[in-house]
């Protein structure tokens, strides 16, 4: 059974940064896509940022020049540096990757770290 551990959430101040980390352990062959995701209270969630096996990025544009993502494959681990941090950052973090195991290649989600920016 694969598995998605998040941390590094927290309270920050406006302006601020944090760095999420997330750990994917289990019988894993290979990780495909790793991504970032966010909720934020009453809204669905939504995509934060994405990269490839190869290191390919993609960010939405709300975060774009603010936040870096990056993944070690030797650990099987995706990071999010998020600098520049508004209250409108604040929500739910969610990990998420395409994994390929010994059984089957399937989409998998940590269980959320908390952000929260205020003004």
């Known amino acids: 059974q694969v598995q998605l551990v998040e941390s590094g959430g927290g ?19 290979w990780i495909n896509d790793m ?20 290191g390919s990025s993609k960010y939405a544009d709300s975060v774009k020049g603010r936040f870096t993502i990056s993944r070690d494959n030797a650990k099987n681990t995706v990071y999010l540096q998020m600098n520049s941090l508004k209250p409108e950052d604040t929500a739910v973090y969610y990990c998420n990757a395409d994994v390929t195991d010994f059984s089957r290649r399937g989409d998998y989600w940590g269980q959320g770290t908390q952000v929260t920016v205020s003004s």
């Open 11 to 29: 309270l920050v101040q406006a302006g601020g940064s944090l760095r999420l980390s997330c750990a994917a352990s289990g019988r894993i062959l």
């Open 35 to 54: 991504g970032w995701y966010r909720q934020a209270p009453g809204k669905q969630r939504e995509l934060v940022a994405t990269i490839t096996g190869g």
